[in-house]
Every structure is written in structure tokens, then in C-alpha cells.
């Protein structure tokens, strides 16, 4: 498989991202409480393809039910570019539309039904492993 780096990022830009994506991959349109409120559309990748490269100190964190799920908001512009999904705690959930070429990139949105967590979260274990 063919990895790419991809920039991103928050909307005011103190938060800045790398992240390696395949030439074509798949993107959670998930319809659980928090995406749906926010349009919310997520890759998720293994932890190894993210890097964090500003922005740590510019970051607020917000959970809820669990707890599991980190989600990480930019406290300037409150956009979250990225986040410890609760399905996959090893790996990230980049938003699609904070990389810096999203509109350019091959990609199949796909339907989430995250109303139903449970009954379906295992569908997304694989995305954050290598491999």
C-alpha cells in the first residue's frame, strides 16, 4: 500500500498536523450524537501515520459517556482537526475536511451508524492498524 503525507490543521491554524494516508481510502460519515452536530466526517488511521506538529497548547480536550473518546478542539477557533476515536483508542481520527488538499484526495465516504455504537464499532478496529 501506497502511503502519502498529507498536511492539516485547524481553521485558525494554530493547530497543524501530518498525517499518511493511502492513494485511496475511506471516510466515517458517522451519525452518533457528537458528528452528527459538528458534520463530522473522520478518517482513522494508526497512530503511527499522525504526527502533531504545532499546537499541543492550543488544544482543549472534551469527553463525555464513556470517557474513551478524546475529543480535541482547538480553543482559538474551536474546530477539532483530529481525535482519539472511543473505536479505535490506538489510533486517530483525522476530520476530512481540515486536511489542507481534502477537495483533491480519492476518497469514499461512507455511512456510520454510530446511533447503534455498539452494534457496529467493530466494523472500524481494522482502520487503526498497520498493515
Known sequence: MNIIRHKGGCHCGA?????????RFEAEDC?????????NI????PASRF?????????????FNTGAAQ?????TCGVKSYYIPR????????????????QNLDVT???????NWEANAGRLAHKSKDG
Not at 473505536?87 to 481534502?102: F, H, Q
Open 87 to 102: 473505536s479505535n483508542p490506538d489510533g486517530v481520527a483525522v476530520t476530512y475536511r481540515c486536511l489542507d488538499d481534502w
Open 31 to 39: 451519525n452518533c450524537s457528537i458528528c452528527a452536530m459538528s458534520g
Open 51 to 63: 504526527k502533531l506538529l504545532q499546537g499541543e497548547d492550543a488544544l482543549t480536550r472534551y469527553t
Open 42 to 45: 473522520h478518517v482513522i488511521v
Open 71 to 75: 475529543h480535541l478542539f482547538c480553543k
Open 15 to 23: 493547530v497543524r498536523f501530518d498525517v499518511g494516508l493511502p492513494e
Open 109 to 115: 465516504v461512507c455511512p456510520f451508524d454510530g446511533q
